[in-house]
């Protein structure tokens, strides 16, 4: 199993950008990954982004690309995404996951999970 903190959240004007962080302690796999995902009131969790630990690989949620980047610090165990061009439709506690090995890019590919951090934009 693997434990994951998240960090980095906050409120934001619609336009700007934040950066948050996820890092995973405990046992890690060789084909690990790790994504983040979001949910709003009222609304379902959806998938934002993912990344493959062994050789970098990204998927994004189309809502989200070209304005979100997922990226890696392997030494430091650690996944990032980075947030720009954020819109009031952003808004949703956010939540960074892992898994072993993936398979599907919904929140039933993933085992763990993160406490959530909440991201707010403004108009």
């Known amino acids: 199993q693997v434990q994951l903190v998240e960090s980095g959240g906050g409120l934001v004007q619609a336009g700007g950008s934040l950066r948050l962080s996820c890092a995973a302690s405990?046992?890690?796999?060789?084909?690990?990954?790790m994504g983040w995902f979001r949910q709003a009131p009222g609304k379902e969790r959806e998938f934002v982004a993912a990344i493959n630990w062994s050789d970098g690989s990204t998927y994004y949620a189309e809502s989200v690309k070209g304005r979100f980047t997922i990226s890696r610090a392997n030494a430091k165990n650690t996944v990032y995404l980075q947030m720009n061009g954020l819109k009031p439709e952003d808004t949703a506690v956010y939540y960074c996951?892992?898994?072993?090995?993936?398979?599907?890019?919904?929140?039933?590919?993933?085992?763990?999970w993160g406490q959530g951090t909440q991201v707010t934009v403004s108009s």
């Open positions: 996951a892992a898994v072993a090995q993936l398979r599907i890019l919904d929140e039933r590919g993933f085992d763990d």
């Open positions: 405990g046992r890690t796999f060789s084909r690990y990954a």
